[in-house]
């Protein structure tokens, strides 16, 4: 064991001497270094070795780094420390923390090459985690700019997780954003007078190809509306969002989801909006899109079959006996709203009238009736997430935020949401990072995360505080 040691300090002499050469360490500081990385060397050869000694040991090798004679330097550290990585996730192969910090080293210092081997490794240890196998794919895509390699990894991960909603999902959003690229590509081709790419491409036939086999295999409508929801971003998918619609209306209105969701679309139809001149004419423009709502709402009523028509009487109760009204973009605001709509039995109608009122507490009362607001209905569930982030950011807006009042704040929506919504938690962690908070709050603030957190949000959670401790995240405003 001696004899290994010896030779791997005498390996990092000569960086160190350049070290001290170039002014960055004194001669009594590279022999801290080196008294203190063979102390670290002894332990990690020892028979039982701990999972702190080389995050320990990484640590103060990673911290070494210097711009001159960067070949000299910096490059060999960087090897040792990937080295080191490659033998404590060999060791410790279902630590997935250890993993992701690996990950968010090559991503600051390695090569791109070193990610896709990173997550390569790591999927042959862990290919049960679809969130694994979606943030490879994503790798592929934004770091390394290879579609062909995201999309097989995708492939690969359907093979595991054939019904994965996420995978489907994300899949779908790739081979979207991965058309808009091309079709990018080939603006800029056309002016040099090429054109190397075909209209199906162009067009999203691939996304299309994503979308039918994902439907054949998860029906449900709720599903489908999720990937009309991302096909919609993109501006390029009329297509396709005219195909998914169809197929919504076609082969899903036994499902309530179905007329929920046409009914609202109502809402947000074209129509002259803004270009209307009166105030009147603006308002006529919206009491139309919500007479139409109701509309559908009535036409799901009849269709559906008795058990389920108490589900959309709740919504068509909601827009014809909560009268209310709002124009934001418009500068007015009108409220008529009973208990009733604030109570009601169907989850999405509750929750949205709370999130609305609250609204207009504070736009036309400000902070103190906003606040008053949200203290009488906290406890009135169903809540949304909304609800919670909206007092949020009306308390943010003040002049002098309290810092106790947020914590009320994520206290609370964590009650309600603190078990699969990791955002939550690195929000409230960012925000004790922020002006108003205390840092030394934020290791109980993960440790309970991690105790709470269930599934695949807490590999979310992980990935994202992983990104957040070494800068790829950005803090609380």
């Known amino acids: 064991m001696a004899e290994i040691v010896q030779q791997r300090i005498e390996d990092r002499i000569p960086e160190l001497e350049q070290l001290e050469r170039v002014g960055l360490f004194t001669k009594k500081e590279v022999k801290s270094i080196i008294k203190r990385a063979t102390a670290l060397e002894y332990k990690l050869h020892r028979l039982i070795v701990n999972k702190e000694d080389f995050i320990a040991y990484i640590q103060v090798r990673r911290h070494i780094h210097y711009h001159f004679k960067r070949e000299e330097i910096e490059f060999p550290i960087i090897h040792r420390i990937t080295s080191l990585f490659r033998r404590a996730t060999k060791k410790w192969k279902d630590d997935v923390q250890l993993w992701f910090s ?31 196998w979606i943030m490879a794919a994503k790798s592929e ?36 954003l991965h058309c808009e690229k091309l079709r990018q590509q080939k603006e800029q081709l056309e002016k040099a007078e090429m054109d190397l790419f075909s209209p199906e ?41 005219d195909l998914i619609l169809n197929d919504l209306q076609t082969n899903y209105t036994e499902d309530s989801v179905t007329w929920d969701f046409m009914a609202k679309r109502e809402l947000d139809a074209p ?35 008795t058990g389920m028509k108490h589900i959309l009487s709740g919504g068509l109760d909601y827009l014809e006996k909560s009268a209310f009204i709002s124009i934001e973009h418009y500068g007015l605001y009108s409220l008529v709203s009973s208990q ?48 919670f982030t909206r ?6 807006k003040q ?58 949000s807490v590999e979310r959670f992980t990935t994202r505080y992983t990104l957040f401790q070494t800068g790829h995240l950005g803090g609380a405003q």
């Open 102 to 132: 690996h990950v968010a080293f090559c991503k600051k210092w390695g090569t791109k090459m070193a990610i896709s081997k990173v997550f390569s490794s790591m999927l042959a240890i862990h290919p049960d985690k679809p969130a694994l």
């Open 141 to 176: 895509l934004e770091d390394r700019d290879s579609s062909e390699s995201a999309r097989h990894l995708f492939l690969r991960a359907l093979r595991f997780h054939p019904n994965n909603k996420k995978v489907y999902q994300e899949y779908f959003r790739m081979e979207l």
């Open 201 to 241: 491409i162009l067009s999203g036939k691939l996304a299309e190809v994503v979308y039918r086999d994902a439907v054949g295999k998860i029906k449900e409508a709720g599903f489908v509306i999720s990937l009309l929801n991302i096909a919609t971003i993109f501006d390029f998918t009329k297509e396709l969002q």
């Open 271 to 305: 129509g002259a909006g803004d270009e209307l001149p009166t105030a009147k004419g603006r308002a006529s423009d919206i009491n139309r899109r919500e007479e139409r709502c109701c509309q559908v709402y009535e036409e799901g009523v009849k269709s559906l079959n």
């Open 340 to 387: 009733r709509s604030l109570l009601s039995p169907v989850s999405a109608v509750a929750m949205e009238m709370k999130e609305k009122y609250l609204d207009w507490s504070f736009s036309t009362g400000g902070y103190k009736k906003a606040r008053k607001t949200f203290m009488s209905l906290q406890e009135n569930r169903p809540l949304s997430k909304a609800f």
């Open 391 to 396: 007092m949020i950011g009306i308390e943010k």
């Open 399 to 456: 002049e002098m935020p309290k810092m106790n009042n947020l914590r009320d704040y994520y206290e609370r929506a964590l009650q309600e949401f603190g078990t699969f919504d990791d955002d939550l938690w690195l929000q409230y962690i960012l925000e004790e990072q922020g002006t108003y908070g205390e840092p030394q709050n934020c290791g109980k603030i993960h440790w309970r995360a991690m105790k709470f957190l269930e599934g695949e």
